[in-house]
């Protein structure tokens, strides 16, 4: 009950903070400063900055670590069925592994990246 009306708050607060988002586009394209000569893009452009740098605020994701936890989870989807159709016993449920780099929501309990968790849950 508490949890759905927590994760309607928290959409709403996503879909303000993507207005907020905007909102600095907006007010570029108003004006008659040409959105391409804000400072940021303009250090793009310079090569000053790279656009992949302010990704790079956050924890960059561990590509590997998602790579074995895929693996993991197919071998232990695999020995799931491999029991069903041997009738053994079903290997020991293990809730599937959240990336080291997510952020659990205190609310919700749901899981997101950092980039994904800064929109859900203001800090
Ligand atoms: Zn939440």
Request: proline share 7%.
């Amino acid at each position: 009950m508490y949890q759905k009306k927590h994760q309607a708050i928290c959409r709403k607060i996503l879909t303000n903070k993507r207005k907020t988002f905007d909102a600095g586009k907006q007010r570029a394209t108003d004006s008659d400063i040409p959105y391409a000569a804000t400072k940021k893009t303009l250090q793009i452009y310079t090569g000053q900055i790279r656009p992949q740098d302010e990704k790079s605020k956050y924890k960059k994701p561990n590509w590997r670590e998602r790579h074995q936890s895929l693996i993991k989870s197919i071998r232990e989807a695999r020995s799931v069925t491999q029991a069903i159709k041997s009738g053994g016993p079903l290997p020991k449920f293990r809730p599937t592994e959240i990336p080291s780099d997510y952020v659990e929501c205190p609310y919700c309990n749901r899981n997101f990246n950092q980039h994904a968790a800064q929109r859900h849950t203001p800090l």
